[in-house]
């Protein structure tokens, strides 16, 4: 059974920074194509960062571009994302999920394996 752990939210002021790590268990993970995504209080659940199989390949949201960093981390079978000068508006639950086909779609429907998210809250 495959296990998904997202971790590393917190409280943050406004500039500051984040990492989190998306953990699976169960699976291979690194052979699969990960994405991040987030959903703000009464709002739907949306993308924000998408990283193919191999590594390779990198896709983000307009929001994040330039701010955020999705990569594979040193341990196996897990996903970071390096938030950078965060915002009010970047406050949500983050979540993690597996890509199954690697098409890097903003789709969280088309998205497996979904952890229970962690909290970033950006005080402003």
């Known amino acids: 059974q495959v296990q998904v752990v997202e971790s590393g939210g917190g409280l943050v002021q406004a500039g500051g920074s984040l990492r989190l790590s998306c953990t699976a268990s169960g699976r291979a993970f690194s052979r699969f194509a990960t994405g991040w995504f987030l959903q703000a209080s009464g709002k739907e659940r949306e993308f924000v960062a998408h990283?193919?199989?191999?590594?390779?390949?990198?896709t983000y949201a307009n929001s994040v571009k330039g701010r955020f960093t999705i990569a594979r981390g040193d341990a196996e079978n897990t996903v970071d994302l390096e938030m950078n000068s965060l915002k009010h508006e970047d406050t949500a639950v983050y979540y993690c999920?597996?890509?199954?086909?690697?098409?890097?779609?903003?789709?969280?429907?088309?998205?497996?394996?979904w952890g229970q998210g962690t909290q970033v809250t950006v005080s402003s």
């Open positions: 999920a597996e890509d199954p086909w690697g098409r890097a779609t903003i789709r969280p429907d088309e998205y497996k394996y």
């Open positions: 990283i193919s199989w191999s590594g390779g390949s990198t």
